[in-house]
């Protein structure tokens, strides 16, 4: 059996259990018949906005040519109300379902079964609106396929915390939460809940734990939890990120926690980022390592790339004042422009792989025969400064063009070579990131050239960025209310539910 096979076998999502085929080759005739034989009633078009929160637009099924009209001709939408770089005076906007997408809602009522599908923008002439969020991330890979040859592959660490009242019982320790178990973890049933309705929804989910944040204060009990997803194309590790903020959010309402995804939440405890991992690869295998198990040239100047572009970055991955708090010394976050392996003071970290010969299988497991997998497709890199304020679209189109990028620079394998820190180096001598969303405008609008070449970024986006980080006045912000719990807590409170 193929591996393609083995991924429609208990599979999570209802609809591809049903169909048994590949989402990528979901027809409107497959939708249709779903929805016929399963008693669907509703059809919800998702869809990201400039906040980069999901909106809904509802549909009941009136009758079998209702049906097939809008799953052909999707809807009309209010552009400007959804986009900042949109005039009202031309606002209308087209939003058209993707079949690969469906699920069935896992929050519809059970007697109004309602799939979901995710939708692409288009402009009044029927074409691909250049500046929406999934065909800005689709011109970066088609712009890095080009010049590479290769598949540029994402997936997300998405940290979060849970916010429930302190009955006193099993204390954690104070920011050792990492791994913990209940009942020192009191949200782990609610973890698991979530990344059950995200698989369900499609996530393709690596696994989930608590971290290292944990505290107490004003009676309440602060939890860090990670979900962490598989590496698959781009398009779909920035959908598995939108639908499991989602579905994350929506759970802990109606179980009566509140959750964030906000980078900083008090002075002195463990800050939320959401790390992302990159891998190249070209006609299914990894281009990540070379024969002998080490970094390959080419993962060394998408790396090169990425250090040549970091601060711009920052504006598409960390877009609140509270970002900046987050990013400081000695935290586990990174500050400055630097890779290596194993580090995590690094901005990029090389994770340990499996790179070696060692079958570790057979030596806890006796009676297992002994066997070697190719694991080489397990190397990624870790980007460290994101966090869940990022707009993940334009996140990933950064990081898809910063690797683009490296492969253009002539210096690209000198630059990698000189921005290389030893695990547990000093890395206060490197270029540092921007310490405010002021300083990230200002370099995203230094390098905005390369973010705009190919027609990735619309010019107008970047306009819009740069212009809403410029909003928040906070350039001299951290120094300003340093040592100020209660200024700090205000931010808080104001940023909570970012992205």
């Known amino acids: ?33 779903y929805i016929r034989e399963n008693g669907v009633r509703m059809v919800n078009f ?38 900042g770089f949109i005039k009202t005076t031309s606002s209308d906007l087209y939003v058209i379902p993707r079949f690969s997408t469906a699920f069935m809602d896992p929050f519809a009522p059970p007697e109004i079964p309602a799939l979901d599908l995710l939708c692409s923008f288009f402009d009044k002439d029927g074409r691909p609106l250049e500046s929406a969020p999934e065909r800005t991330l689709s011109k970066a890979q088609e712009a890095f396929g080009k010049a590479t040859g290769m ?79 598989l590496p698959v194309r781009a398009e779909t590790a ?57 970094l390959s040239a080419e993962a060394r100047k998408a790396i090169a790339g990425m250090m040549d572009l970091a601060e711009g970055i920052t504006a598409f991955g960390n877009k609140n004042p509270m970002s900046y708090f987050r990013l400081v010394p000695h935290q586990e976050a990174p500050t400055s422009i630097c ?12 994770p340990l792989g499996w790179s070696g010969t060692m079958d570790m299988c057979s030596q806890v497991n006796p009676f297992e ?8 497709a397990k190397q990624t890199v870790e980007m460290r400064s994101p966090d869940g304020s990022a707009d993940i679209y334009q996140l990933l189109s950064g990081l898809c063009v910063a690797c683009r990028h490296g492969f253009e620079m002539k210096n690209a394998l000198s630059l990698a070579k000189k921005t290389y820190v030893e695990p547990g180096g000093d890395v206060s ?14 370099c995203l609008e230094r390098q905005r050239g390369a973010f705009e070449e190919q027609g990735v970024f619309n010019p107008e986006m970047i306009d819009e960025i740069i212009a809403h980080l410029r909003s928040f006045g906070d350039r001299t912000l951290r120094s300003d209310i ?15 539910h970012c992205g």
Not at 342 to 347: F, I, P, S, V
């Open 482 to 496: 340093e040592g100020d719990t209660s200024s700090l807590q205000t931010l808080v409170d104001r940023y909570f």
């Open 339 to 350: 890779w290596g392996y194993r580090n995590r003071a690094a901005l990029v970290r090389v």
């Open 238 to 294: 920035a959908e598995n990120i939108l639908l499991a903020k989602w579905i994350i959010r929506r759970l802990a309402h109606m179980e009566g926690y509140n959750v964030t995804f906000a980078p900083k939440i008090t002075v002195g405890k463990a800050g939320s980022g959401m790390h992302v991992h990159m891998r190249l690869m070209k006609d299914g295998k990894s281009m990540m390592t070379g024969p002998d198990g080490e």
């Open 1 to 33: 059996m193929t591996k393609d096979n083995e991924k429609l076998l208990m599979n999570a999502n209802k609809v591809v259990d049903f169909l048994k085929k590949d989402p990528l080759t979901f027809t409107k005739a497959d939708i249709i018949r």
């Open 151 to 229: 598949e540029f592959q994402a997936m997300g660490e998405l940290e979060y915390y849970v916010i429930l009242d302190d009955d006193g019982s099993f204390p954690a320790t104070d920011q050792h939460g990492y791994h913990e178990s209940a009942p020192y973890c009191k949200t782990s049933a609610f973890r698991a809940k979530c990344m059950d309705y995200i698989s369900r929804a499609g996530g393709q989910i690596k696994y989930g734990h608590s971290e290292v944040g944990n505290f107490r204060m004003d009676g309440k009990i602060y939890e860090q939890n990670e979900i962490e997803f």
């Open 369 to 376: 025969q002994s066997s070697m997998l190719d694991l080489s």
């Open 429 to 442: 001598s490197f270029r540092q990131l921007p310490d405010s969303c002021a300083a990230s405008a200002d």
């Open 46 to 83: 998702l869809y990201p906005g400039g906040d980069g929160k999901l909106k809904t637009l509802g549909f009941v099924i009136n009758d079998l040519y209702y049906l097939d009209t809008i799953l052909t001709s999707g809807e009309r939408v209010d552009g400007s109300s959804l986009f």
